[in-house]
């Protein structure tokens, strides 16, 4: 499968746990993006990355959370001190860079918090 | 700030009809749309695009129409299949130099066979 892969799949933790999801993009595609998703809404954006650089983030990104792109290839979203209101769905997409828009995305990560 | 909606959160019709999904957009710098089917447990998955100096295209069974005097944009899928039940969602690019797209909350097709 060539296609944007996410891990884990589910994820349940306690409030207050520290949480961290894996993103492997299109192996050519240099833009990388995470998006939260909940129940009976459309995907909203997080954050996005060309290459290792982190080039924009949302106000829904608050400072409990932390994406990285160490080498420009996989990606990492870390949730510090979860919180119920955490729990959805997180997508993360890729695209091949010059300007092309359209996104291919992963199956997600389900998050749930207790 | 600015964001897409849709008109209907849930379409039901018959197998073998067409069916229309509506979107409204309200920022009229966005010179991208997008129409993107999600099945669940799934991530949303690519079915047309547009760009803003096109007022229609087409796909295999797919057409999106695009309405810039009235900010408005359609999905219609002929000769609709239960495969097509799904949750649909339009997005844009709001231009501006900005990479992400902007989603609505989506409209829920039901196929009846």
């Known amino acids: 499968d060539t296609g944007v892969s996410q891990n884990p799949r589910h994820k349940i933790t306690k409030r207050g746990q520290n949480v961290t999801f894996r993103c492997d993009p299109i192996s050519e595609h240099n833009r990388l993006y995470w998006y939260r998703q909940t129940l009976g809404q459309g995907p909203e954006f997080l954050t996005y990355f060309q290459n290792e650089a982190q080039l924009e983030k949302s106000r829904l990104l608050s400072d409990r959370f932390s994406a990285e792109r160490p080498k420009g290839s996989f990606s990492t979203l870390e949730i510090q001190r979860t919180e119920q209101g955490d729990s959805a769905m997180y997508l993360c997409?890729?695209?091949?860079?010059?300007?092309?828009?359209?996104?291919?995305f992963g199956s997600g990560t389900q998050l749930s918090v207790l | 700030g600015e964001s897409v909606g849709l008109h209907l959160p849930t379409l039901s019709v018959q197998e073998g009809d067409n069916s229309i999904i509506n979107c409204a957009y309200s920022n009229s710098a966005s010179d991208y749309f997008i129409w993107y089917k999600q099945e669940s447990g799934k991530g949303p998955q690519f079915i047309i695009d547009i760009r803003s100096n096109m007022d229609k295209r087409q796909g295999q069974r797919v057409t999106v129409l695009l309405n810039k005097t009235v900010k408005h944009l359609s999905l219609q899928i002929a000769a609709t299949q239960p495969g097509d039940s799904a949750v649909y969602f339009c997005?844009?690019?709001?231009?501006?130099?900005?990479?992400?797209?902007?989603f609505g909350s989506g409209t829920r097709l039901q196929v009846q066979p």
């Open positions: 997005a844009e690019n709001e231009g501006a130099g900005r990479r992400a797209l902007t």
């Open positions: 997409a890729s695209t091949e860079d010059g300007g092309r828009e359209k996104l291919f």
